[in-house]
């Protein structure tokens, strides 16, 4: 059974091939990322434009990759929520005139449960019950998993998402954009334990995590005390590398302790991650390390598979359609989780 999946959540315009649902027999990204580096961020309205000039040719491509035809396929998924709502009509939209010029089931999917299964597409199905941390740009969410469609919210950010953190910390250390994968590398030349950020636990039982004081914290040491905004690069004698590596530490233990903690609460033997901060060295290693080191099994998808793409989406999508789902014309796209 094949599905095509559609992903314009953000700022990434994304099809993708899989076969029973486990297979991924294309998997393109098109990533706007040159487009929106100047702004510091996803500015919706390029992202918006730049998916409805790219999405015929990203799905094009994604099924001459499997070589497929529209012919092919058992369905359409789509995101249609959470994200920025006039990157999702893109994708939506293109999913709908897909499905009714080929008479094809149509399914929409979740985005972020499309990130906690995205895990299947590496190592198959994973052990059920399972706690998952799904960390990327717009979520940092732990979630006690049962099956496809029935997942519980254990803990949420406060504030900032974890991959806002990073991408904003990034902005203050001046490595550039994306943040992420610049402070993962500066990282490896650093000392995690020369700058003591406290750790924003919240409350010690807390599954709910906050990372904006942290980023204040970070802006404080690199710019002095007295620096507001966003403007200038690090004062003299800071080391950048110590930093971000101090950071990262901060934003890792945080998020191991709790997502061990949930595991723990919710008596489950399992940990998914996904988001693409599920992508960062030091947390795949530490979270692997300590889920180990307390008799946990983990999955951690390879890194193509934790950023934004849409073979996660058909991921769901196959399941979803097998469990008799469907959508049909009057499917709308929501900015917001549910
Ligand atoms: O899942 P994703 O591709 O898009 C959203 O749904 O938000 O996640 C993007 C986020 C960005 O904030 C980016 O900086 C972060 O994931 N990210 C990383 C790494 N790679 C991507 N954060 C830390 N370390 C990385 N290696
Ligand atoms: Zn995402």
Known sequence: MLVLGIDTSCDETAAAVVRDGLTVLSNVVSSQVPLHRRFGGVVPEIACRAHTENVTRVVEQALADAGAGFA????????????LIG???????????????????????????????????????????????????????LFLVRGPGDLTELGRTQDDAAGEAFDKAAAILGLGYPGGPAIDRAARAGNPRAVPFKRPYLAPESLDFSFSGLKTALLYHVRGQDSRGAAGGPRAGVDVADAAASFQETVVDVLVRKTLLAAERAAVRHVVLGGGVAANSRLRERMAEEAAARGLSITLPPRALCTD???????????????????????????RMA
């Open 87 to 141: 990157a999702l009509l893109v994708g939506v939209s293109a999913a709908k005139a897909i499905a009714i010029a080929r008479g094809l089931p149509l399914v929409a999917v979740n985005h972020v449960e499309a990130h906690v299964f995205a895990a299947v597409l590496a190592g198959g199905e994973f052990p059920l019950p399972a706690v998952a941390l799904v960390v990327s740009g717009g979520h940092t969410t």
């Open 309 to 335: 793409n849409a073979a996660m989406v058909a991921a769901v999508g196959a399941r979803r359609l097998a469990a008799g789902a469907r959508d049909d014309l009057s499917l709308d796209a929501h900015s």
């Open 72 to 83: 092919d396929l058992a369905g359409v998924a789509v995101t249609n929520r959470p994200g």
